[in-house]
C-alpha cells in the first residue's frame, strides 16, 4: 500500500478520513513533529472548529513554516474544511489571525437573516470552468453528486477573481449566497466539504487525489441528478441499550418506553430490532445521509467504562461514511478511580472513535434553568460552552424531549402559547411545550422556546427536535411544535419522532421549514 502523510492537532473525529483512506487502499504515517513534513510525500491537513484557534495551533507547535516548505517544494497536499481556510489570507471569524496567504481572499459568515447557520448537509461542488478537454472530471467532482459540509465561514465566490490567477474552482450555493466549495492548483487541492463524510463522491475525490489524477476521464452524466444547493437532510437513528441479556442493541420506543406490550410473546422485554453495526451500515447503503446513535442507557458508572459503545462507533466508521452523531453520556463525570473526568474529555474519547458530533440532552436542560437563574449570562463552565469551543459549534447537537401541556387562555400559564390545530382532551385550544429530562420522566418549568434560545446562546450547532406525545406513534411529526422552535433560532432544527412512512418526510419539508428528518426504528 502507498504512504499519505496526516497532519492531527486534535481536529475532531479523523478516524472516519484514516478509515477513508485505507477504504481506497492507502495507509497512514502521522505528523508528529513539525520536521516530519520534509520526509511527507502527499501531506493531508483535516480540521473542524474554529478558524483562529487552528490556525494559533499551526503556528504554536511550528507547523506553519513547514507546510508552506511543502507547497512550495511542489508536493501533493490536501487540506479539508478548515484546512481549505488555511490556505487563505484570513477569516471574518477572527480577523486578528492570518491565513497562509497562499490563496487571495478572506471568509466571511453566511447570513442567517435568510437561512440556518452552520451550512450543514449535502451540496454541490459545481466547476466554474471547463478542464483541459471538454468533460473532464476534476479530482472525481462531479455536478450532479452532493458533498458533506458543515460550517459557518465560506469563501464567497468571485467570478474570474481565482481563474485569474490559475486556481481551478468548484462553487456551491446556500440561499442566495455562492461560495468556494473546492479548489485546486498544480499541487494543491482543498475543499471546504468533508469528502471523508460524502459517501461515494468523497471517496472518488481521496482516490483521484492520492493517485495524482487531477483531471479524469468524463464520469457518467447522473440521471435527474439533484441542482444545485443544499438538500434537506435525511437521518437514521439508532436507540442503543442493553436487552435482558446484557446485550447492546437497537430498540424503539413508544413514548419512550422500549418494552414489549403485554398482549405478545415478548410483554416486557427490550424491543430488539438488530445488532447497532449492522443496521447503521444498512441504512447508510439505503441512501440515509447522516446515522445518530442514541445510548439511552447512557453511563451507568463512568464513560470511559463503556467499551462497547466506543467499539461501536470504531466499527461503524470503517464501513459508514457519511456523518456519525452519538448522545448519552456526555457530561462531567467521576472514573471509576475516583477522579474527574470533564465533558469534554468524554466528548473527545467519542471524536477519535468515529463521532463527528455528540448530543446533550438533560444537561442542557440544567445549564439553560441556570442560564436563566444568571440573568442570561453564559458561565463558560457548561458542557455546550467547553465542546464547541474546542471543536466548533457544528460539533454541538442537543437534543429537546418536549411534551404539550394544553391551556384555554395564555393568561394561564407564563410561558409561550401556541394556537393548535389539535384540541386538547377538555378542548383547550392553546398549548405550550415543557422540556422533560431522563428520558421524559421528569418535567421543569422550562419551555421549548426557553431552551432552544438558551443552547444557541452558549455554542449549540443543532437542536435535535423530539415530541413525547408523537413518539412512538407513526402518524407523523409534530409540525407545530417544529414550525415554533424554527421561529425562535438560526441554527439548524432537526425535526424527530412520530415518523411511520416517507409521506411524512415530505410533508415535514413541504409543511416546515426544518433543516433535517430523523427517523427511528423505521425497518
Given at each position: 500500500?502507498?504512504?499519505?502523510?496526516?497532519?492531527?492537532?486534535?481536529?475532531?473525529?479523523?478516524?472516519?478520513?484514516?478509515?477513508a483512506?485505507?477504504?481506497?487502499?492507502?495507509?497512514?504515517?502521522?505528523?508528529?513533529?513539525?520536521?516530519?513534513?520534509?520526509?511527507?510525500?502527499?501531506?493531508?491537513?483535516?480540521?473542524?472548529g474554529?478558524?483562529?484557534?487552528?490556525?494559533s495551533q499551526?503556528?504554536?507547535?511550528?507547523?506553519?513554516?513547514?507546510?508552506?516548505?511543502?507547497?512550495?517544494?511542489?508536493?501533493?497536499?490536501?487540506?479539508?474544511?478548515?484546512?481549505?481556510q488555511?490556505?487563505?489570507?484570513?477569516s471574518?471569524e477572527?480577523?486578528?489571525?492570518?491565513?497562509?496567504?497562499?490563496?487571495?481572499?478572506?471568509l466571511f459568515?453566511?447570513?442567517?437573516?435568510?437561512?440556518?447557520?452552520?451550512?450543514?448537509?449535502?451540496?454541490?461542488?459545481m466547476?466554474?470552468?471547463?478542464?483541459?478537454?471538454?468533460?473532464?472530471?476534476?479530482?472525481g467532482?462531479?455536478?450532479?453528486?452532493?458533498?458533506?459540509?458543515?460550517?459557518s465561514?465560506a469563501?464567497?465566490?468571485?467570478?474570474?477573481?481565482?481563474?485569474?490567477?490559475?486556481?481551478?474552482?468548484?462553487t456551491?450555493?446556500?440561499?442566495?449566497?455562492?461560495?468556494?466549495?473546492?479548489?485546486?492548483?498544480?499541487?494543491?487541492?482543498?475543499?471546504?466539504?468533508?469528502?471523508e463524510?460524502?459517501?461515494?463522491?468523497?471517496?472518488?475525490?481521496?482516490?483521484?487525489?492520492?493517485?495524482?489524477?487531477?483531471w479524469?476521464?468524463p464520469?457518467?452524466?447522473?440521471?435527474?441528478?439533484?441542482?444545485?444547493?443544499?438538500?434537506?437532510?435525511?437521518?437514521?437513528?439508532?436507540?442503543?441499550?442493553?436487552?435482558?441479556?446484557?446485550?447492546?442493541?437497537?430498540?424503539?420506543g413508544?413514548q419512550?418506553?422500549?418494552?414489549?406490550?403485554?398482549?405478545?410473546?415478548t410483554?416486557?422485554?427490550?424491543r430488539?430490532?438488530?445488532?447497532?453495526?449492522?443496521?447503521?451500515?444498512?441504512?447508510y447503503?439505503?441512501?440515509?445521509?447522516?446515522?445518530?446513535?442514541?445510548?439511552?442507557?447512557?453511563?451507568?458508572?463512568?464513560?470511559?467504562?463503556?467499551?462497547?459503545?466506543?467499539?461501536i462507533?470504531?466499527?461503524?466508521?470503517?464501513?459508514?461514511?457519511?456523518?456519525?452523531?452519538?448522545?448519552?453520556?456526555?457530561?462531567?463525570?467521576v472514573?471509576a478511580?475516583?477522579?474527574?473526568?470533564?465533558?469534554?474529555d468524554?466528548?473527545?474519547?467519542?471524536?477519535?472513535?468515529?463521532?463527528?458530533?455528540?448530543?446533550i440532552?438533560?444537561?442542557a436542560?440544567?445549564?439553560?434553568?441556570?442560564?436563566?437563574?444568571?440573568?442570561?449570562?453564559?458561565?463558560?463552565?457548561?458542557?455546550?460552552?467547553?465542546?464547541?469551543?474546542?471543536?466548533?459549534?457544528?460539533?454541538?447537537?442537543?437534543?429537546?424531549?418536549?411534551?404539550?401541556?394544553?391551556?384555554?387562555?395564555?393568561?394561564?400559564?407564563e410561558h409561550?402559547?401556541?394556537?393548535?390545530?389539535?384540541?386538547?382532551?377538555?378542548?383547550?385550544?392553546?398549548?405550550?411545550?415543557?422540556?422533560?429530562?431522563?428520558?421524559?420522566?421528569?418535567?421543569t418549568?422550562?419551555?421549548?422556546?426557553?431552551?432552544?434560545e438558551?443552547?444557541?446562546?452558549?455554542?449549540?450547532?443543532?437542536?435535535?427536535?423530539?415530541?413525547i406525545?408523537?413518539?412512538?406513534?407513526?402518524?407523523?411529526?409534530?409540525l407545530?411544535?417544529?414550525?415554533?422552535?424554527?421561529?425562535?433560532?438560526?441554527?439548524?432544527?432537526?425535526?424527530?419522532?412520530?415518523?411511520?412512512?416517507?409521506?411524512?418526510?415530505?410533508?415535514?419539508?413541504?409543511?416546515?421549514?426544518?433543516?433535517?428528518?430523523?427517523?427511528?426504528?423505521?425497518?
Open positions: 500500500m502507498s504512504v499519505v502523510h496526516l497532519l492531527d492537532y486534535v481536529a475532531g473525529n479523523v478516524r472516519s478520513l484514516v478509515n483512506i485505507e477504504k481506497v487502499g492507502y495507509t497512514i504515517e502521522w505528523i508528529k513533529r513539525p520536521e516530519d513534513i520534509e520526509n511527507a510525500q502527499s501531506l493531508i491537513l483535516p480540521g473542524v474554529h478558524f483562529g484557534h487552528c490556525l499551526f503556528d504554536k507547535a511550528g507547523y506553519l513554516k513547514w507546510i508552506r516548505k511543502h507547497l512550495e517544494a511542489g508536493k501533493p497536499f490536501l487540506g479539508i474544511c478548515v484546512g481549505l488555511a490556505l487563505f489570507e484570513g471574518e477572527n480577523p486578528t489571525v492570518p491565513g497562509l496567504s497562499i490563496i487571495p481572499g478572506r459568515r453566511f447570513d442567517d437573516h435568510e437561512k440556518s447557520v452552520p451550512h450543514i448537509g449535502w451540496n454541490s461542488a466547476l466554474v470552468q471547463a478542464g483541459p478537454v471538454c468533460g473532464q472530471s476534476f479530482y467532482l462531479q455536478d450532479g453528486s452532493k458533498y458533506y459540509y458543515v460550517h465561514y469563501v464567497p465566490y468571485r467570478q474570474g477573481l481565482l481563474e485569474a490567477a490559475g486556481w481551478t474552482v468548484a456551491a450555493k446556500y440561499g442566495s449566497e455562492e461560495f468556494v466549495g473546492a479548489i485546486g492548483r498544480q499541487n494543491i487541492l482543498a475543499t471546504q466539504f468533508h469528502p463524510k460524502s459517501g461515494t463522491a468523497g471517496l472518488r475525490l481521496l482516490k483521484a487525489f492520492l493517485q495524482g489524477h487531477q479524469g476521464a464520469l457518467p452524466s447522473m440521471l435527474c441528478g439533484p441542482g444545485q444547493g443544499l438538500t434537506r437532510r435525511v437521518i437514521a437513528c439508532l436507540d442503543v441499550r442493553t436487552n435482558d441479556h446484557g446485550d447492546l442493541v437497537v430498540t424503539k413508544d419512550y418506553d422500549v418494552r414489549q406490550r403485554t398482549g405478545t410473546t410483554a416486557g422485554l427490550v430488539n430490532l438488530g445488532k447497532p453495526v449492522d443496521m447503521a451500515r444498512k441504512y447503503e439505503q441512501g440515509a445521509d447522516e446515522i445518530t446513535f442514541l445510548n439511552i442507557t447512557s453511563f451507568r458508572n463512568c464513560p470511559l467504562a463503556d467499551l462497547p459503545m466506543l467499539e462507533l470504531r466499527q461503524t466508521a470503517k464501513t459508514v461514511f457519511v456523518p456519525l452523531t452519538i448522545g448519552g453520556g456526555i457530561r462531567d463525570t472514573d478511580d475516583g477522579s474527574m473526568v470533564s465533558a469534554i468524554v466528548a473527545s474519547i467519542y471524536f477519535k472513535s468515529g463521532a463527528d458530533k455528540v448530543s440532552g438533560s444537561d436542560v440544567v445549564a439553560a434553568l441556570q442560564y436563566y437563574q444568571n440573568g442570561k449570562r453564559l458561565s463558560g463552565r457548561t458542557a455546550i460552552e467547553a465542546i464547541s469551543a474546542a471543536y466548533g459549534i457544528q460539533a454541538v447537537v442537543v437534543s429537546v424531549d418536549p411534551k404539550r401541556v394544553y391551556v384555554r387562555s395564555s393568561n394561564d400559564t409561550k402559547t401556541i394556537q393548535t390545530s389539535y384540541p386538547g382532551p377538555n378542548g383547550e385550544g392553546l398549548c405550550w411545550y415543557q422540556c422533560t429530562v431522563k428520558g421524559g420522566r421528569e418535567s418549568d422550562l419551555d421549548v422556546q426557553q431552551l432552544v438558551a443552547v444557541e446562546a452558549m455554542g449549540a450547532g443543532e437542536i435535535l427536535l423530539n415530541c406525545d408523537k413518539d412512538g406513534s407513526n402518524s407523523g411529526f409534530d407545530e411544535l417544529i414550525q415554533a422552535v424554527k421561529d425562535c433560532v438560526t441554527i439548524p432544527v432537526i425535526a424527530s419522532s412520530g415518523a411511520g412512512t416517507p409521506a411524512h418526510f415530505v410533508e415535514v419539508f413541504t409543511r416546515t421549514c426544518a433543516d433535517a428528518a430523523l427517523g427511528a426504528g423505521m425497518v
